[in-house]
């Protein structure tokens, strides 16, 4: 039996539209900030109207904080570390739940301890490898007197691969997809091997269509995760054009000795936190489902 509560229910609604307006109040103010020119930002107190100005502030910041190249940067570094980090997690949570071979638990057990190992613990190996990725080699060479593996030299400070691949490896991916693969019922396996499946087969047309839900939970963290990613990149890069748009913002911040531009930041700020947000907005449904069907 259901009871129905119309007085209880405007209050719940009061209650979330209320908290709802207070966490978007301050991406309204980035907003208006963002549309005002720099003499209206200037004014005290400041406007809770928008201003005129919101395209010409996005151009400005687009052609002379070249925010456009940095924008596509943290995009294509987003994208290859979500791809990244769903490919090696789901192969490996594959390869531990469902193969036999000696010391698999205690693989599995060594991937997840990497995760007292963030990226700030192991930043300087990390570096010196993406410096030099044939490090290794240099050091075969050396031993077996080899001059061509000496002078090797493989550098990925400002390139894609160097920002990418030092990140994708994932131990809570691999943590979560192994636990999913567990709840795979085992009759499911014994059949698909019965049919004539391979391993491949099963992994493809079984494991794979089971999980979307998870994987698309989990490709909209890790791409959050991958955008805003700060440390890394600005270690890395030193090329300008190679920077990414949460650096960039920092460049953007007025200096003691500078006109304060806070409209030009603002407004780059929320040139930021729109492709997230887009992405959220598109695949809200999916990252529910995914986090329902994982906590069942």
Known sequence: MNERTPVLDIVCHLILLLGAGLVCLPIYFVFVTGSLSQQEVMRVPLSWLPGDQFLTNT???????????????????ACGITV?????????????????FPFRLTAFWLIFMSLMLPIEVRIVPTYES??????????LGGWLGLQAL????????????????????????????????LTVPDEL??????DGASAWQF??????????SNIVALAIILFLMGWNQYLWPLLLTTD????TAVIGLKKLMPQSDSVPTWHLLMNAALLTMLPPTIIILLLQRWFV???????K
């Open 84 to 100: 990244g980090k769903l490919a090696v997690s789901v192969i490996a949570a594959f390869a531990v739940t469902y193969f036999r």
């Open 240 to 243: 300008p054009d190679m920077s």
């Open 59 to 77: 151009m400005t910041v687009l052609r002379s904080a070249n925010f456009g190249r940095l924008l596509l940067n943290s995009f294509i570094v």
């Open 189 to 194: 396996c014994d059949a698909a091997r019965i």
């Open 130 to 139: 993406a410096a030099n990725v044939a490090l290794p080699l240099n050091i």
């Open 289 to 295: 489902k995914g986090l329902v069907d994982s906590g």
């Open 150 to 181: 000496v002078d090797l030299d493989w550098n990925m400070v400002n390139t894609y691969p160097g920002l990418i691949l030092p990140l994708i490896a994932s131990a809570t991916a691999t943590f979560l997809f192994r636990q999913f693969f």
């Open 203 to 212: 992994f493809r047309l079984i494991l794979l269509p089971l999980s979307r």
